[in-house]
């Protein structure tokens, strides 16, 4: 007879502009007995950015062993979370993840996140937690790709961290992040 250990919590980071109403948090709503999460909502945005840290720093204290599943610029803050934090989260997920600065001259684009260089310092200085398991995923089209920055964070939280999707953009395709997630969460 087989057994199926229930999942218990997920806490899920939406990006920029997400909803724990639609995409990707109705699938983690459904695999989960609770779900709970923080919206990366245009309302939310208008905080100041380390308010905006800590209010995730809060919501990952409040069960650090539930798998923290982040994504694009959720999973930014939630990287910025985990510095000083006085926990250690057993699982963190990062879909296609915002890591700092970010250029692709071919495309004339730049990108510099609020605290870069916070995040920077402290994976210089080691101050960011190191959750029992983290996993990236991120497309090798993503505009925010870079391998110099997939190496630093391999480096930090152990090699293989990074799993790097060929043609696959920023925008996961649904199918990629339902078999990571599925994969890393030991779901069928």
Same mark, same amino acid.
Not at 53 to 68: D, G, M, S
Not at 119 to 132: D, M, Q, V
């Given at each position: ?18 909803? /724990? ?17 923080? #919206? ?6 208008? !905080? ?8 995730? !720093? ?12 982040a994504n694009s610029y959720g999973a930014y803050l939630t990287l ?21 600065? #970010? %250029? ?12 870069? *260089? ?6 210089? *200085? *080691? ?8 996993? /990236? ?6 505009? /925010? ?15 293989e961290t990074a799993q790097i999707v060929a043609g696959e953009g920023?925008?996961? %395709? ?12 030991? /779901?069928?």
């Open positions: 007879m087989l057994i199926l250990a229930p999942m218990t919590s997920i806490l899920y980071i939406t990006g920029r502009g997400g909803s /724990l109403q639609k995409g990707l948090a109705v699938y983690l709503a459904s695999i989960a007995d609770e779900f709970d999460g923080v #919206a990366v909502s245009p309302q939310f945005l208008r !905080q100041e950015p380390l308010h905006q840290v800590q209010i995730i !720093q809060e919501k990952i204290k409040e069960e650090p062993t539930r798998p923290i599943i910025l979370a985990l510095i000083g934090i006085d926990v250690t989260p057993d699982m963190v997920l990062l879909l296609s993840p915002v890591l700092g600065a #970010a %250029s692709a001259k071919d495309r004339m684009y730049y990108s510099r996140p609020p605290l870069t *260089n916070r995040l920077e310092a402290a994976l210089s *200085n *080691n101050t960011l937690i190191r959750p029992k398991v983290t996993k /990236l995923i991120m497309g090798d089209q993503d505009e /925010l790709y870079s391998p110099e920055r997939i190496s630093t964070i391999d480096s930090y939280f152990g090699m920023h925008m996961l %395709s649904q199918s990629t992040v339902q078999e990571f997630v599925n994969d890393n969460l030991m /779901l069928d």
